[in-house]
């Protein structure tokens, strides 16, 4: 890890599962944090607090609406250095037949998923290239790669952020900047909180390991992608769903 010590990552919808597990592993290695939340300010000041005393990190925190274009352009704004390492772990599910998908959420699902990862990523490029080294890493789904009904919006989203990973990373690939995808199944978070105690009884069951995955299990994959020592793998979609739907 030595030679990522120091660096700074961007880390999008921190406040989710996901998003926090990961920040609580990369503070802990000494990487220099800006972590962006949308409405969880009470837990994201506990966030800061705890990576505060427990390592000392060096932590900014920014909040900002990535479903509207303002707020993806106030974000950009107020990033005061440009990331080395880029973490995209934002976004929204959405349970619902297509047929009954109105235009509002339609335009804020792909404002969200797909333009606000992408114009992001546009900004803090050329930053990347210039210094000839860079990560990025978005957290896509399962359903981005076989697709879920009820779920055709949210797939078709997460399907676009596994495509523009595997796109980019040809393109920056030059410039010693790697571009992957971490694709969950079934993990423990709020997102399932839909679910009762008997659907997620059934889904394990769908699941070869025979259990959900925890957001610390995603972290770790991001955390692996990140490394100096993984600069061969770009282009990549890492699946963390226990065996199901591969």
């Given at each position: 890890?030595?030679?990522?010590?120091?660096?700074?990552v961007?880390i999008?919808?921190?406040?989710?599962?996901?998003?926090?597990?990961?920040?609580?592993?990369?503070?802990?290695q000494?990487?220099?944090?800006a972590?962006?939340?949308h409405?969880?300010?009470?837990?994201?000041?506990?966030?800061?607090k705890?990576?505060?005393?427990?390592?000392?990190?060096?932590?900014?925190?920014?909040q900002?609406?990535?479903?509207?274009?303002?707020g993806?352009?106030?974000?950009?704004?107020?990033?005061?250095?440009?990331?080395?390492?880029?973490?995209?772990a934002?976004?929204?599910?959405h349970?619902?037949l297509?047929?009954?998908i109105?235009h509002?959420?339609y335009?804020?699902?792909?404002?969200l998923?797909l333009?606000?990862?992408?114009?992001?990523?546009?900004?803090?490029?050329?930053?990347?290239?210039?210094?000839?080294?860079?990560?990025?890493?978005?957290?896509?789904?399962?359903?981005?790669?076989t697709?879920?009904a009820?779920?055709?919006?949210?797939s078709?989203?997460?399907?676009?952020l596994?495509?523009?990973?595997?796109?980019?990373?040809?393109e920056v690939?030059?410039t010693n900047?790697?571009?992957?995808?971490v694709?969950?199944?079934?993990?423990?978070?709020?997102?399932?909180?839909?679910?009762?105690?008997?659907?997620?009884?059934?889904?394990m069951?769908?699941i070869?390991?025979?259990r959900?995955?925890?957001?610390t299990?995603?972290a770790?994959?991001?955390q692996?992608?990140?490394?100096?020592q993984?600069?061969?793998?770009?282009?990549?979609?890492?699946?963390?769903?226990g065996?199901?739907?591969?």
């Open positions: 890890m030595g030679k990522l010590m120091g660096k700074t961007l999008t919808g921190a406040s989710g599962a996901i998003g926090r597990a990961t920040a609580l592993k990369l503070a802990e000494g990487y220099q944090l972590l962006h939340y409405t969880n300010q009470n837990e994201m000041e506990a966030l800061y705890q990576i505060k005393k427990a390592w000392g990190a060096d932590v900014e925190l920014y900002a609406d990535l479903s509207q274009p303002d993806v352009n106030r974000l950009i704004r107020s990033l005061v250095r440009s990331p080395d390492i880029f973490i995209w934002a976004g929204m599910a349970s619902s297509m047929v009954d109105n509002e959420e335009e804020k699902m792909i404002q998923n333009t606000a990862p992408f114009k992001i990523t546009q900004h803090i490029l050329p930053a990347m290239i210039r210094k000839r080294w860079g990560r990025i890493v978005y957290v896509t789904s399962i359903w981005g790669e697709g879920g009820c779920e055709t919006l949210y078709m989203t997460k399907g676009g596994n495509a523009l990973a595997k796109a980019l990373a040809k690939a030059p900047i790697t571009v992957n995808a694709s969950p199944g079934a993990i423990d978070t709020p997102m399932l909180s839909r679910y009762s105690i008997e659907e997620k009884q059934a889904l069951e769908k070869p390991l025979s959900l995955g925890q957001a299990e995603v770790h994959a991001i692996f992608l990140i490394q100096e993984t600069g061969y793998i770009t282009g990549e979609v890492l699946r963390v769903n065996g199901w739907l591969t």
